[in-house]
């Protein structure tokens, strides 16, 4: 029969009394039996909920044929599987019967089910209230994940090591932890400016093998919640500009504040050099 060229299951099911008349090859691949015992089964004992048969009957009793009936269906080792059937009456040996084809869809399910899972995960970040460390550089408030932070201290004494880019102001023994000191302000491409009082370091993770870094920023203003949905994308600028170090742009009142991404901030640098 044509049927046994297609590559998809085929059925020829007798109406009366739902028994199989007919299967191609794929249609037995599928179930995991032979045409011979495939033929000894109703149509009924395929359907994982038997009352979605009784739908498949309605269905075709009141439009002729069926299409896309996507139901679960089940194999012999009782796993089951989402499939759309596709049928339409015909005679087979004489008898009034249904030729169905049925497409598996597996992967269609599993595909719309991880986009449904990341679709969720989308809204809880967007609802998930993460904590920024905000601080202050020329003007602009700056934040960074606290959870990167490991904690803040004053100006202190500083070793400058030479041959180094210039934000890299030197090195501070931190406890017997020797780490570099980078000035944001030049970091970031800004201007250059007197310490203060209220000027402090930063130390954060670098994301590299668990080497700490110090950030020289003008002041530290406070610890804020933000939720995913109040932070925006980076603006796309010139081809030239470089913003890859900013994760994004957060919306708090009538202020933007701009967070930026540690990581990518220290990425390809060699301050593990400085250890």
Known sequence: MISETIPVPVLIVRIADGKFLYANEHTCRVFGLTADELLKHNAYEIYKNPSDR??????????????????????SDSTSFWAALFSQPLNFKNEPCVLT????????RQAEEEIRRLTEELEQRKE??????MFMLAGQEYGILLTKIKEIIGMTVITPVPGTPDFIKGLVNLRGKVIPVADLRLRLGLEAADYSERTCII????????????MIADSVTEVVGIRGKDIEPVPEFNRNSDTGFISGMAKIGANVKILLDICHLWEGLEVRGLR
């Open 101 to 108: 084809v049925i497409y598996d869809l597996t992967e269609r």
């Open 54 to 75: 009784k739908g498949f009957i309605n269905i075709l009793n009141e439009q002729g044929y069926v299409d896309n009936f996507q139901v679960l269906l089940k194999k």
């Open 128 to 133: 998930r209230l993460e904590k920024y460390l």
């Open 203 to 214: 130390v954060s993770d670098t994301g590299t093998e668990k080497q700490m870094i110090g």
